[in-house]
Structure formats: structure tokens, C-alpha cells
């Protein structure tokens, strides 16, 4: 808009120095005129770049003023019977309708019929000019403009509404497929994504990365047992549990059944092996109610996995942290165990 308002006001000196003798009071005048809207506007334009949106728009609004009122002062011609230029006035409430608020509309519209009015009382009686219908045009200009510009507010507060609700339903789309529906903890698919990117972080800053593989013991013996909503009760319970030992860095997924698997970035092998000893023996002080019926805390089977000392990529690191959790179930079960040395070159890994 700020560039057709440019070309329009250039526009105009072009028909200024057209309609008027070289070297005229009158063309000297509204040259000037011209060429000082056309600076505000240039400056509005700057200034919207920058991103004053705001003071743009007055400024545009303020020039657009100007421009008839200026013409008033400046054009002999206007008081003697050439009312053309006072139509003008109309320009900066249409401007404002769009580019400003209602009330800033409205205010704009009473300056302009105002001075309308003034300058009505103010010209010689015998200068024909049917002011009425000056103003009656004015007036319904500015009627239409408040009306435009509040119905364009609320269509854009009705977007900006329809907006939200959309991102919220996106947000809530997203973390549904990231998540777990029985559990709440982020699935599978979720991890497999984060593990790649944790671990691609891991070798950049030379630091450790733990994996801990959780596998409730006699699963299935609690689900004959209590039934499979109390599986799901014990499911959920863990996962809040797990969640209060970790750190808030620390991701929580179901990895499949009763398989849980925590990604723990920067953490060493002493630090997964203890925070894993931690949620084993909470783990057994839970006592969770299912439906009115208390279910005494499980015991867990854990193993754990360190990069890079058991492995490189994700899918490395996942198969040493369940081969330690199986160890720990051939072993008897409730304990945690890590990872053996994964082979290189036939000789095993330091450890990390």
C-alpha cells in the first residue's frame, strides 16, 4: 500500500507541474506540498520496514491530512469557489479505516468534518459550494470506514481464535503420536528419533550418553492376577515414578509390553548404574490402588548401557542394554546389571 501511495502522490506533482505555468505561486506551492507527503510517506515506509507498524500507519494517516488542508492554505483558488481539493478529506479516514483502529477512524473523520464545518463559515458567502452534500459525503464515508475497519477486527480476532485452536489441536496431535496412550510415556517412534539425535550430540561434545533397559518381572502373572486395567494402572505408575528419579533432560518410553527404556544424556556408566539401583528399590515400596484393590510395588529387571563403550548407534546400545537386562532375569530378577564390553577387533572395550 505504502509503495501505490508513493507512486500516487508522484502521480500528482506530475499532474501539478502539468496543470500549472512554470514559475507560479500555485504550482510552486503544491510542489512542495507534494514533495513533503511524499517524504512522510517515505519515511513510513522506512519506519514499517523496521518493524513500527504503528507509527508507519499515523504517519500515513498525518500526511494524508495534510494534503487537502495544506491545499487550503497553499491555493488561493480554493477559497475563491474550487472545492474539488476539500473532497480530499475523505482520503485520511479511509486510510485510517484501514491502517488504525475504530477509534483513531473516528477521530480522524471528527477532525475532518470539523474542519470542514470551520472552514464552511469561514469563506466568503457569495462562493458557491453545496456544503451539505460536502459533508453528508464525508460523514458516510467515515460511517463506512468505523464499520469496515470493526468488521475487520473481528473477522481478525475470529482468525486469530481459529488459529489457536488449530495449533493447539496440531500440539495435541503431535504429542499423541509421540506418546503412549496406556502409559502416557513417549513410544517407540519417539525414541528411536530422539536416541539418534542424543547420540549425534554425544559424539560432537565427546560425552557419555546411558541407556537403561526396565523390564517389570511376572508381568503377566500380575495381569492374571489383578486383570489387564490394573497392568495398565502399574504401567502408568512406574512411568511416574521412573520420571520423578531422572532429570528433566532424561527421556521415559515404552519400549513394548512391559519394557521400559530410559535415554539419559551426559551420564556415565557409574551414574545410569545408580540411578537405575534407585528405581529398582522405589519400585518396590509402591503401593498402588487399582479400583479399591492395593497392588504391592513390582520388582523390576534393569540393564544398562553406556555409549560408547557398548555401543555406537542406537540400535547397538538398545540390544547391549535388553542382553543386560536378560542377564539380570537368567540371574533371579529385581537387580540391575551392565552391559558387557561390545568387541572390537576381537578385544573388549574399555570401560567408559
Given at each position: 500500500?505504502?509503495?501505490?501511495?508513493?507512486?500516487?502522490?508522484?502521480?500528482?506533482?506530475?499532474?501539478?507541474?502539468?496543470?500549472?505555468?512554470?514559475?507560479?505561486?500555485?504550482?510552486?506551492?503544491?510542489?512542495?506540498?507534494?514533495?513533503?507527503?511524499?517524504?512522510?510517506?517515505?519515511?513510513?515506509?522506512?519506519?514499517?520496514?523496521?518493524?513500527?507498524?504503528?507509527?508507519?500507519?499515523?504517519l500515513?494517516?498525518?500526511s494524508?491530512v495534510?494534503?487537502?488542508?495544506?491545499?487550503?492554505?497553499?491555493?488561493?483558488?480554493?477559497?475563491?469557489?474550487?472545492?474539488?481539493?476539500?473532497?480530499?478529506?475523505?482520503?485520511?479516514?479511509?486510510?485510517?479505516?484501514?491502517?488504525?483502529?475504530?477509534?483513531?477512524?473516528?477521530?480522524?473523520?471528527?477532525?475532518?468534518?470539523a474542519?470542514?464545518?470551520?472552514?464552511?463559515?469561514?469563506?466568503?458567502?457569495?462562493?458557491?459550494?453545496?456544503?451539505?452534500?460536502?459533508l453528508?459525503?464525508?460523514?458516510?464515508?467515515?460511517?463506512?470506514?468505523?464499520?469496515?475497519?470493526?468488521m475487520?477486527?473481528?473477522?481478525?480476532?475470529?482468525?486469530?481464535?481459529?488459529?489457536?485452536?488449530?495449533e493447539?489441536?496440531?500440539?495435541?496431535?503431535r504429542?499423541q503420536?509421540?506418546?503412549?496412550?496406556v502409559?502416557?510415556?513417549f513410544?517407540?517412534?519417539?525414541l528411536?528419533?530422539t536416541?539418534?539425535?542424543?547420540?549425534?550430540?554425544?559424539?560432537?561434545?565427546?560425552?557419555?550418553?546411558a541407556?537403561?533397559?526396565i523390564?517389570?518381572?511376572?508381568?503377566?502373572?500380575?495381569?492374571?492376577?489383578?486383570?489387564?486395567?490394573?497392568?495398565?494402572?502399574?504401567?502408568?505408575?512406574?512411568?511416574?515414578?521412573?520420571?520423578?528419579?531422572l532429570?528433566?533432560?532424561?527421556?521415559?518410553?515404552?519400549?513394548?509390553?512391559?519394557?521400559?527404556?530410559?535415554?539419559?544424556?551426559?551420564?556415565?556408566?557409574d551414574?545410569?548404574?545408580?540411578?537405575?539401583?534407585?528405581?529398582?528399590?522405589?519400585?518396590?515400596?509402591?503401593?498402588?490402588?487399582?479400583?479399591?484393590?492395593?497392588?504391592p510395588?513390582?520388582?523390576?529387571?534393569?540393564?544398562?548401557?553406556?555409549?560408547?563403550?557398548d555401543?555406537?548407534?542406537?540400535?547397538?546400545?538398545?540390544?547391549?542394554?535388553?542382553?543386560?537386562?536378560?542377564?539380570?532375569?537368567?540371574?533371579?530378577?529385581?537387580?540391575?546389571?551392565?552391559?558387557a564390553?561390545?568387541?572390537?577387533?576381537?578385544?573388549?572395550?574399555?570401560?567408559?
Open positions: 500500500m505504502l509503495a501505490a501511495l508513493i507512486l500516487l502522490t508522484l502521480a500528482a506533482a506530475v499532474v501539478v507541474v502539468a496543470d500549472n505555468p512554470a514559475g507560479s505561486l500555485r504550482r510552486s506551492g503544491y510542489l512542495v506540498l507534494v514533495f513533503s507527503m511524499l517524504f512522510a510517506l517515505v519515511a513510513a515506509l522506512v519506519l514499517n520496514g523496521s518493524g513500527h507498524f504503528r507509527w508507519a500507519a499515523s500515513v494517516v498525518l494524508a495534510a494534503g487537502p488542508w495544506g491545499s487550503v492554505l497553499l491555493d488561493p483558488l480554493i477559497v475563491a469557489g474550487d472545492f474539488v481539493p476539500l473532497t480530499y478529506a475523505v482520503v485520511p479516514v479511509l486510510l485510517s479505516g484501514i491502517l488504525l483502529s475504530a477509534g483513531i477512524t473516528a477521530l480522524v473523520a471528527g477532525v475532518q468534518i474542519l470542514l464545518l470551520v472552514f464552511s463559515v469561514a469563506v466568503p458567502n457569495h462562493v458557491s459550494i453545496n456544503w451539505p452534500s460536502l453528508t459525503m464525508v460523514f458516510f464515508v467515515s460511517v463506512l470506514s468505523i464499520v469496515g475497519n470493526l475487520i477486527a473481528r473477522d481478525l480476532r475470529q482468525i486469530v481464535r481459529q488459529n489457536r485452536r488449530l493447539e489441536s496440531e500440539a495435541l496431535l504429542e503420536s509421540v506418546r503412549d496412550h502409559s502416557g510415556l513410544n517407540r517412534r519417539y528411536e528419533e536416541l539418534q539425535r542424543e547420540l549425534e550430540r554425544a559424539k560432537r561434545g565427546a560425552t557419555a550418553l541407556v537403561i533397559m523390564d517389570i518381572d511376572h508381568f503377566k502373572r500380575l495381569n492374571d492376577t489383578f486383570g489387564h486395567a490394573a497392568g495398565d494402572i502399574v504401567l502408568r505408575e512406574l512411568g511416574n515414578l521412573i520420571g520423578t528419579n532429570r528433566g533432560i532424561d527421556m521415559v518410553c515404552r519400549y513394548g509390553g512391559d519394557e521400559i527404556t530410559v535415554v539419559m544424556p551426559d551420564t556415565d556408566r551414574v545410569a548404574l545408580e540411578r537405575a539401583e534407585r528405581i529398582r528399590k522405589e519400585a518396590g515400596k509402591l503401593r498402588i490402588d487399582a479400583d479399591g484393590e492395593v497392588i510395588g513390582p520388582t523390576l529387571s534393569l540393564g544398562v548401557a553406556v555409549y560408547p563403550r555401543g555406537l548407534t542406537g540400535p547397538e546400545l538398545l540390544a547391549a542394554g535388553d542382553a543386560a537386562l536378560y542377564l539380570a532375569k537368567d540371574e533371579g530378577r529385581d537387580r540391575v546389571r551392565q552391559a564390553p561390545r568387541l572390537v577387533g576381537g578385544a573388549a572395550t574399555e570401560p567408559a
